[in-house]
């Protein structure tokens, strides 16, 4: 089993176990290419790596010999066109399966692997080129995109090609018209051309919730990182099929669909779908036969609403969930049309899972869980100081016995920013929890997402939580307004489910629900009811644009006032 090459021991007897006694061996000089896909390639070189499906009935189905293959040309067709070692190259793929080509082509080469979303507008693109100096975007057939990237060329003076996998286009490459005759075989590189541990791998930009987006560099350790995502908590089989819902523009993208699912033995399974549909999602588990599946809550929510008697989901046999807090109302529908409790996850774009819900514990719906062996996970005060049990404070990682496996290297061209990070020798994730009497971790938001209301501090996912329970609440985001007397009070942005109407009885209704449901003080004072919320394009909530929104509403109020 090639996952016992980097781990002294595999089997655990329980969470403490694992967390105590876990390491990982790391190689001189590892490549994920060579070290993990060339070796399945000579050794069970028809083992399954890759089951790709999409809306139009195509179906590939790669090996790893077929995948080894396909990036050694696919190294030496980028070579042809100029790439070398240290470039940045943007791949711009959904989830197509050239995808999978191109990011092993590039770490063979020790190229920089820069995946972004099709759904980047021109100036994002224009933003992203000149950040991480782009020498080379690569898409697939997306009239929209390239069109976008074409308005902002003359002005990104450091792109020098373009590769479409797409029908031929004026003023792009056309990657199948070289990919077949390009050479099978692409030797390691040495000496100065070869890539050593330290050196940047893939460049992941952050979705931008509260901020410009940053550039989250991860070095060539950073997949054996993720032995342990897929391996106790996502708990892939070996020999079996895995499903993340992500995009590759997306981290989550690694975190569930190449490194650690292919260490431990499993295979990735990728549906090209174009629009989130959930009743053609669970026929592709069904027909699909998949072992083990991971998604944010949100899909959750949307599969939940679908009579699950309909499809053959006897082969899955563990559901994993991460991206926002989860809420218990869809855990317990989950279970009770499953059988199988979901295992919530956390971490971010800089880091590999950082805390779970691990196959030994008992999941608490709506916890993070424990932290993940590497991890020193500290919940501080403002000055600094260890939090008591149930009180709320910031997130950090201790890194005073060493880095966490597949920590971030730094924010890319940003010393100033990484150091900020870094600020007293941990890491400040800028996200806030408390932690129970037991050692569970419970999620609160982002430091500028909490709300202080006469005196309180309040957590949106808490009322968010309590609101989503109410029928005529499919999705909602809680935010604070400001208030002269209470410092700020409670709103709430709700989008409602089908066969409600927005009105001011059903604003009522659901305040005394919440009333009913939780304490008094966590009560939204403010209800809008909006047809979609503000979000990034990774699909996360944006309450500080409605935050924003607030403020520049309450400006035009006040300057009507002082006229």
């Known amino acids: 089993m090639l996952l016992e090459k980097y781990l002294p021991r595999v089997d655990y007897k ?18 994920f290419a060579y070290d993990v896909v060339d070796e399945y390639a000579e050794n069970e070189p028809n083992r399954e790596a890759l089951v790709w499906c999409d809306d139009n009935n195509e179906e590939r189905i790669f090996t790893f010999k077929d995948l080894s293959i396909a990036s ?9 066109l100029g790439v070398k070692k ?18 092993l082509a590039l770490h063979r080469i020790g190229a920089i692997a820069v995946p972004a979303t099709h759904m980047l507008s021109a100036s994002d693109i224009e933003y992203r080129a000149h950040a991480a100096g782009i020498k080379m975007i690569v898409t697939f057939d997306y009239p929209e995109i390239q069109s976008q990237i074409e308005s902002v060329l003359p002005k990104c003076p450091t792109i020098e090609k373009l590769v479409t996998i797409g029908p031929a286009r004026e003023g792009w490459v056309r990657f199948y018209d070289e990919y077949e005759s390009a050479s099978p075989e692409f030797p390691r590189p040495t000496g100065d ?65 190449i490194y650690g699912q292919w260490l431990a033995g499993s295979a990735v399974f990728t549906y090209d779908m174009l629009t989130f549909i959930p009743g053609k999602l669970l026929e592709k588990i069904s027909q699909y036969k998949i072992t083990t599946f991971c998604a944010p809550p949100t899909v959750y929510r949307y599969l939940i609403q679908h009579d699950f008697s309909k499809y053959d989901l006897s082969n899955l046999k563990y559901c994993s969930t991460a991206g926002e807090a989860l809420n218990v109302d869809v855990y317990n529908k989950f279970f009770q049309k499953t059988g199988l409790r979901l295992h919530e996850g956390y971490g971010q774009t800089e880091l590999t899972l950082t805390a779970g819900n691990f196959g030994w514990m008992e999941p608490r719906p709506g916890s993070m869980g424990k932290p993940a062996p590497g991890y020193d996970i500290d919940i501080v005060r403002s000055d600094g100081t260890s939090c008591t049990p149930d009180e709320v404070g910031e997130i950090v990682i201790r890194i005073e016995k060493g880095r966490p496996f597949g920590m971030f290297s730094g924010y890319y061209g940003d010393p100033k920013l990484t150091e900020k990070v870094f600020e007293g020798g941990i ?101 809008d009811f909006v047809k979609e919320l503000p979000k990034t394009i990774s699909g996360k909530i944006r309450r500080v644009a409605i935050r924003e929104k607030d403020k520049q509403e309450q400006q035009k109020r006040d300057a009507g006032k002082a006229l």
């Open 427 to 527: 890491y400040h994730t800028g996200d806030t929890a408390w932690k129970d009497g037991d050692g569970y971790l419970w999620f609160i938001g982002r430091t500028d997402d909490l709300i202080k209301s006469a005196g309180y501090r309040i957590s949106p996912f808490e009322v968010e939580e309590v609101l989503q329970q109410h029928p005529a609440v499919l999705e909602c985001a809680v935010t604070g307004v400001d208030d002269p007397a209470r410092s700020q009070v409670v709103k709430a942005t709700i989008v409602l489910s089908k066969g409600f109407d927005a009105s001011k009885q059903l604003a009522k209704e659901i305040q005394l629900f919440a009333k009913r449901t939780s304490a008094s003080y966590k009560c939204p004072r403010i209800i």
């Open 86 to 103: 240290g470039d940045r190259i943007q791949l711009i793929l959904r989830r197509r399966y050239e995808f999978w080509f191109f990011l």
């Open 14 to 31: 329980s969470y403490q176990d694992l967390y105590d006694n876990f390491k990982i061996h790391i190689p001189e000089n590892f490549n």
């Open 72 to 80: 050694n040309r696919t190294a030496n067709y980028l070579k042809s």
């Open 193 to 257: 051309e070869g890539s050593v541990n330290s050196d940047v791998m893939v460049i992941y930009f952050t979705s931008g919730t509260s901020s410009d987006p940053k550039m989250v560099a991860h070095n060539y350790t950073y997949p054996l990182g993720h032995i342990v995502t897929a391996k106790f908590w996502q708990n892939v089989v070996d020999g079996g099929r895995h499903l993340t819902v992500a995009e590759t523009g997306w981290a989550k993208a690694l975190w569930g669909k």
